[in-house]
């Protein structure tokens, strides 16, 4: 964190935290070399997650992390919104509400009840719902969590004053790209990579195991073709239902799916 007189002149970034486990933001601090190199470029004004100084507002750029879940929450997205010239959404709780946002399926009080000794002191909103959902967002990073390069790229691309370039292709391209054998196709796992969108380097696939989707809906998803290929892999229709509804649930998409898949039935 640079003082005032170190920092003249230079663009003014915050990091800021809703509902959410805090790893995007732990993805900017394993960033570490580039890290520093980011810190050379910019005044890091306002992030709590790394240093308990608090520059004032307003800032060039907002980094948003995690999901609207509480009245609370209601009013600080406003603020931030209003402080911060360019804002960018961090993450699948601040771009699609979150694994958080599974209450949106079901009765919120009910869990309350259930977790809390005294839910009557919890305020909470009956939806978990993104940033975009409230406030103007200037770019969306998806993300269960980030992924370090394209977040530097988002940040690079703001100083520059250019849109990012973060690829919109499907995870079955970074498998090509790694040369994994389709897991789907070799060994019958199911796997939602054709209709994911880029951005882990295709991590789990390079391990056998399927994409879960971390990265939400690829451009253009074909989900009706998937599903019919995910029953022929023997999924039922609660499993096929569930592997959508994870990081992404209410992403229009993924939403979708899930319910096609279950009135196909």
């Not at 732990?26 to 520059?55: K, N, Q, R, W």
């Not at 406003?78 to 599974?102: E, F, N």
């Amino acid at each position: 964190m640079a003082g005032p007189a170190a920092a003249a002149g230079r663009p003014r970034l915050a990091v800021w935290k809703f509902a959410s486990c805090d790893g995007c933001q732990l993805t900017l601090l394993d960033c570490e070399d580039e890290l520093l190199s980011v810190a050379a470029e910019v005044d890091i004004a306002y992030f709590l997650e790394a240093s308990s100084a608090v520059g004032p507002g307003p800032y060039d750029l907002s980094l948003v992390e995690g999901s609207v879940t509480t009245p609370d929450d209601l009013r600080r997205i406003q603020h931030v919104r209003r402080v911060s010239k360019r804002l960018v959404t961090i993450g699948a709780c601040a771009t699609a509400g979150g694994i958080q946002a599974l209450r949106d399926f079901a009765d919120v009080r009910e869990f309350a009840s259930i977790v809390y000794a005294r839910p009557d002191y919890i305020a909470t909103l009956e939806r978990s719902t993104p940033i975009s959902a409230h406030v103007p967002v200037d770019f969306e990073l998806r993300g269960c969590p980030i992924d370090k390069r394209q977040l530097l790229e988002v940040i690079s691309a703001f100083l520059a004053g250019r849109r990012p370039f973060v690829p919109a292709h499907s995870v079955c391209v970074e498998c090509k790209a790694r040369g994994n054998v389709c897991v789907m196709v070799a060994h019958g796992t199911p796997c939602l990579g054709p209709v994911t969108q880029a951005g882990c380097g295709a991590l789990c696939p390079a391990f056998n195991r399927g994409c879960y989707g971390c990265f939400g809906p690829m451009e253009s998803p074909n989900a009706r073709a998937l599903n019919a290929q995910l029953r022929e892999l023997g999924m039922s229709t609660p499993e096929l239902v569930r592997v959508y509804r994870t990081f992404n649930a209410t992403e229009e998409p993924f939403r979708q799916a899930a319910e096609e898949a279950e009135s196909d039935t």
